[in-house]
């Protein structure tokens, strides 16, 4: 077993008596290895109940800011009621090596399970974690997953919808999208959202108001440039973030347009900020605490040796309606 897998005998012992000092990726290749030839590797025990104590880890791309902020109250304030602690960890990348290197250490520590805001785990790194026995959960993975692993996200579609719907109601008839990447499921879900409300108002869909980012600043402010500039610009901007909603506003200070005078903006999420802006952004309410505690509350269940009652859980989204969303002026 060791030649095949390209390790030490040692290594092999390791694993099939459940040593932690094996890397992740090491032991998930063994331990298939063994069960292929039929000497499958002593498992991590399986909980009958949730016993107080313990650390479960919560990892992200990215700590930093308000939307991490939000994630990682929810999750701490369900693991302290549960009698857990929480390791905190930063990919700082949206999956491969800087995850792996995360998955590696596991191997080194206690984990009991596991809350991923990591939106692109490769099926490589699923099967880690599953060979592993760390019970997890996603929240807002970039791609529906396969069936049975649990995960949480925004009901983004119709947060997309409520929005759109509200500047047609105020008369807007020119209104562009700025959206996240086009592979991830909540962007394309804003979009369709913001499609339908489009039809909706008996509105025909433009794709030259359309434009996809990252849900961060500098691409959104390059987008909206765009949008404004155009010979007949847009009334009105939906944005699939509110970090892109600021960019927004700043793109029209840029080109001399007031918002909401000249251009209403839409944002989604609705970060802290979002009411401290001039004028306070309208936007869509994303419950990232919820999220967070609903995902959290999945892998208590896995911990404690049972099924979520749902493996896939859509926390509801509202609009906000403050000062950056008003009626067009009108024509001349």
Do not use: C
């Amino acid at each position: 077993m060791a030649r095949r897998a390209g390790v030490s005998v040692s290594t092999v012992s390791k694993v099939l008596h459940g040593r932690s000092d094996v890397a992740a990726a090491t032991r998930a290749r063994v331990q298939r290895l063994l069960e292929r030839h039929g000497y499958p590797a002593r498992p991590r025990a399986a909980p009958t109940a949730l016993a107080a104590g313990g650390l479960v880890d919560v990892v992200l791309n990215d700590i930093e800011g308000s939307w991490a902020a939000g994630l990682l109250s929810g999750a701490e304030e369900t693991l302290a009621a549960a009698g857990l602690g929480m390791v905190v960890t930063a990919t700082h990348s949206g999956g491969g090596g800087s995850a792996r290197r995360w998955l590696d250490s596991l191997a080194t520590r206690p984990t009991r399970g596991a809350v991923l805001v990591v939106p692109e785990l490769t099926e490589d790194e699923h099967a880690d974690l599953r060979a592993l026995g760390i019970p997890y959960a996603l929240v807002s993975p970039a791609q529906e997953p396969e069936p049975g692993v649990p995960w949480v996200g925004a009901t983004n579609w119709p947060g997309a919808f409520a929005a759109t719907r509200h500047l047609t109601g105020l008369g807007h008839r020119r209104i562009a999208v700025i959206s996240g990447p086009p592979r991830r499921l909540a962007s394309r879900a804003r979009v369709d959202g913001y499609r339908s409300a489009l039809e909706e108002a008996g509105l025909a869909f433009d794709p030259a108001l359309v434009r996809y980012g990252d849900f961060t600043h500098e691409p959104a402010f390059r987008h909206a440039l765009d949008l404004l500039r155009l010979p007949d610009r847009p009334t009105a901007v939906f944005a699939g973030s509110d970090q892109q909603a600021l960019s927004t506003y700043r793109a029209a200070a840029t080109l001399g347009l007031r918002v909401p005078q000249d251009l209403s903006v839409v944002g989604f999420d609705d970060l802290p900020f979002a009411d401290w802006v001039t004028p306070r952004l309208t936007t869509v309410r994303t419950p990232l605490p919820e999220m967070a505690a609903v995902a959290t509350r999945m892998v208590l269940w896995l911990i404690a040796g049972q099924r979520p009652a749902s493996t896939r859980v859509e926390v509801a989204s509202t609009l906000v309606v403050r000062e950056s969303s008003a009626p067009p002026r009108p024509a001349g």
